[in-house]
């Protein structure tokens, strides 16, 4: 009696690792049959790996209309413990049988079972055939595949391996058997703002997403510009806005910080999860400095001379793009002289050299056209360039003289002679970070703002317009106090006991644009403040009507 008719749904020739305990493994969903007929399974195992060392083969299941289990026995071709092979069974439904499960069985209770499996197949009659898919998978296959009519829309052209199309869906078949788009390749429009690229939607949701839209929209675009739409983006690794040399944000994952990088390829602010470095480290000088001690010395007669030297190489490491660089002072002197009447003449010059240019430090000259005698001296000062790029810097120094009769003569002296030579570049510091216990953002020395769970500390140059809780203290009926703080409370000076009930409270406000919000201490008293100045006020106290000391508390408000 040949087979026919294979049963199980979901069976493929792709391995499939499985593992459990005790008897069975079921993969499969119960299967219709008839009640008196013969059955066929059979199983590729691979791998068979048991904890008591018992073979594996099959069994099947049978159940009534009711429900009730009847077992068959242990299929007649079994794999053994470590080995591969098929694993068979043929049996006969019970007369009362309407459904079947294929059993996977090891053939001893208790312990466990790891294998591999594929090529499962459950046939009707007692002769086993090759495994095949089952019908109803090879129709969902072919089902699935409608969608390419749907997908190749508009003109398609297929040539050789070549394949020209205007758009491509790509998509599944849901639960009901309908093909849905999912994602796609557009090549219809003509406009940087169509979508060529989609996924996670259709392509009109792909045009929803371009125009702005959050729902009902792509979850991916790519227009034809290059601009990327995304949602639910997950980015594994570091990521860098822009190439190396210009203003870019960078991910450094390692790190673990986000940081915004300038023109010149330094780090301007950070969010980062390291500890917050110590104020003063952040504000330390930062310097380089070099000696630039050079000469030049030369006499010129009857001839021209020319000379040019240059100091040693300042370099300015790109740990900041901005310094604060000082050149060291100059001294020159020139004189010429002439007897014949001839021309004679000497200049001096001396040059900042920058990493783009030059600037100039200063330069003198003086000619004779006649007879007669000349001569100039002096110093090229010490000269300080602000906000000046990283890079190399070096003092050019230029001398020139001419005597054009055996009876001229021209002297050229220019030197950077010590103590006084030292070229020095100093950072300015001006950074921005948030870390994970702080932040701060810092200009210079003498403008911050710090905090860590310690301490909040500022400083600037003008003062921040925060107008608040300037100062605050309690005075003592007998002049001074008991206590006093506050940003603006007086350098050397609190409360001074004017006369009975009357108290002079200084500050440093500079200012009068505050209010005192005063209280009395003591029982039986009332009190009352008068008369702002820029740098004090007055408290008065009274027991009725009459002036009496008192211990008072004050807290005051006002512009900064």
């Known amino acids: ?31 219709d049959v008839v009640g008196g007929k013969y059955y066929t399974g059979a199983v590729e195992l691979k791998d068979v790996v048991t904890s008591d060392g018992v073979n594996v083969g099959l069994r099947i299941f049978w159940y009534d209309a009711d429900n009730v289990r009847k077992e068959s026995a242990n299929g007649a071709e079994s794999v053994a413990n470590g080995a591969s092979g098929m694993a068979r069974i043929t049996a006969k439904a019970p007369d009362d ?18 294998l591999k499996y594929r090529r499962a197949k459950m046939e009707s009659g007692s002769k086993p055939t090759d495994w095949t ?113 210009g203003k870019r944000i960078f991910i450094n994952q390692d790190a673990s910080e986000i940081q915004l990088i300038d023109n010149n390829d330094d780090v301007k602010a950070m969010i980062g999860s390291e500890t917050i470095p110590s104020l003063s480290s952040l504000l330390s000088s930062k310097s380089v400095s070099v000696s630039a001690v050079q000469s030049i010395l030369f006499n010129a ?3 021209n001379v020319s000379q ?17 660089i000082t050149t060291p002072p100059i001294n020159f002197d020139i004189e010429c002289s002439n007897i014949d009447g001839q021309r004679a003449w000497a200049t001096v010059r001396a040059r900042l050299i920058t990493p783009s240019g030059y600037v100039e430090l200063g330069m003198e000259q003086i000619s004779l056209n006649e007879f007669g005698y000349d001569h100039k001296s002096g110093i090229f000062p010490a000269k300080t360039f602000n906000g000046m790029p990283y890079g190399t810097y070096k003092v050019e120094l230029w001398g020139f003289g001419e005597g054009t009769s055996s009876s001229s003569e021209v002297i050229v002296q220019l030197n950077i002679s010590t ?25 210079d020395a003498n403008n911050y703002l710090y905090q860590n769970p310690n301490a909040l500390k500022e400083k600037m140059q003008t003062a921040p317009d925060r107008p608040g809780f300037l100062l605050s203290g309690r005075g003592v009926s007998s002049g001074g106090t008991d206590a006093l703080w506050g940003a603006k409370k007086h350098a050397s ?37 008068a008369d702002p100045q820029t740098d004090k006020f007055t408290v008065y106290t009274y027991s009725g009507t009459t002036l009496t000391d008192a211990n008072f508390s004050f807290a005051v408000f006002g512009n900064n």
């Open 133 to 245: 898919p089952a019908p109803e998978d090879v129709q969902a296959n072919i089902d699935a595949l409608g969608y390419l009519k749907e997908a190749l829309n508009n003109n398609t052209d297929i040539q050789g391996g070549l394949l020209s199309t205007t758009l491509i869906k790509l998509g599944a078949v849901n639960q009901s058997g309908s093909w849905v788009e999912k994602a796609g390749i557009n090549g219809a429009g003509t406009t940087d703002n169509t979508p060529r690229i989609y996924a996670g939607g259709t392509l009109q949701q792909a045009i929803n997403r371009i125009a702005g839209q959050l729902t009902n929209a792509a979850k991916f675009v790519v227009t034809q510009a290059g601009k990327i739409y995304a949602m639910d983006v997950e980015l594994f690794g570091s990521l860098s806005t822009a190439p190396p040399g």
């Open 419 to 443: 103590p006084n030579d030292t070229l020095s570049g100093v950072a300015i510091v001006e950074i921005s970070r948030i870390n994970n216990n702080g932040m701060f953002i810092i200009y």
């Open 308 to 324: 040019t030297k240059f100091s040693n190489n300042l370099v300015l490491p790109s740990t900041s793009d901005k310094y604060n």
């Open 493 to 529: 000076k609190s409360v001074t006991r004017e006369s009975a009930g009357t108290y002079t409270v200084y500050h440093s406000i500079g200012h009068t644009d505050y209010s005192a919000i005063v209280s009395v201490m003591d029982a039986s008293r009332s009190i009352r403040w």
């Open 97 to 114: 049988a309407v459904k079947a499960e294929f059993v996977i069985r090891k053939f001893a209770s208790g312990g466990s079972t790891t």
């Open 301 to 303: 007669t009857n001839t």
């Open 1 to 31: 009696m040949w087979a026919k008719t294979h049963l199980l749904l979901g069976t493929s020739d792709e391995w499939k690792n499985r593992s459990w305990s005790n008897w069975n493994l079921i993969p499969y969903t119960r299967v």
